[in-house]
């Protein structure tokens, strides 16, 4: 049986809206598992549904089969259970599928806004690196050759032009370095916790930080309360599942509320998860028994505003560094350039 992987977001909305369309169509779970995976070539992802298929055909609960894999994240699996246990699996794994998706949405924005600005950073340096050792030298050797007819002080100023150049391009060579190290770090558990701990702090990224929590919390709870799930072992689950320490504090906060007979709308106001406009949505949402809808419009909209802000910072920093990148480079060429002009003049 080949190595397993953990199943990325798109990979998971996609494996749970084909289940589910088959479930719709009158097919079986354990023969829906069958045929996905007698047409999965992938040989990781076939690892996983043959240790699925193994468990359905042993008579175990879908939830068990997808625990046994080892594939499925802890929220998946509990979230399948509850379907099972309220006869909507269907429902839930629609959910699921739709909640992934969105999920797959911010990570690949989160990407992007992190992707291309490296990536200009990139050719920063290698654009430095040419004029350093490549072109520089070229106007070395051109002094050498006529060292004889300038003045000191015009030797003197190419020689700290040339040092110049150089020492921008290490700075800049070094800072990419520490990009890719803290790149490397970070797909560490542990690398992972204490960045993203400090971009909830730093107050550039704190804010955004905060709204994509909020926003997975809502999510969330869309597709419990959906599922069938009541508010406090929703608000269990959120609590547990949630990695921003403010969020998390809120939740609580919430949760205590709630347990101490405040109604559902009032508790996430006061708690500060919601405030304005979509706390009057969840308000209406309640007295109309429409929460879950009202959660999902709401996640749609965290989803889109998210999206929007990265691609704005996205855009901002990749402008940021063009203008850097043109001031590098001029620097360089100047730095050399005006002592190189001022020492033709003098041959002159």
Known sequence: MGKVKKFTSDELSVFCDQIAMMLNGGIPLFEAIHIMNSEMEDSHTKAALDRID????????????????????????????VGETTGKTEEVLRGLSEYYEREHSVFTSIRSAIAYPLVLFAIMAVILIVLVWKILPIFEKMFSELSSDVSEATAGSLSVGMTVGRVIAIVTIALL???????????TRSGEKIIKRWLTNFSFTGKLANRMSVGRFISSMSLMLSGGMNITEALDLSLNSASNNDVREKIQKCKELYESNEPFDVALKESGLVKGMEARMITVGEKSGATDEVFAKLARQYNNEVTEKLSKISSTVETVLVIVLALLVGAVLLSVMIPLVGMISSIA
């Open 54 to 81: 193994e468990k359905l055909s042993e008579n175990s609960m879908f939830c068990e089969a997808l625990e046994a894999s080892e594939a499925f994240p802890d929220y998946m699996i509990h979230m399948v259970r």
């Open 177 to 187: 370095l520490v990009f890719f190290a803290i790149f490397i770090w970070y797909k």
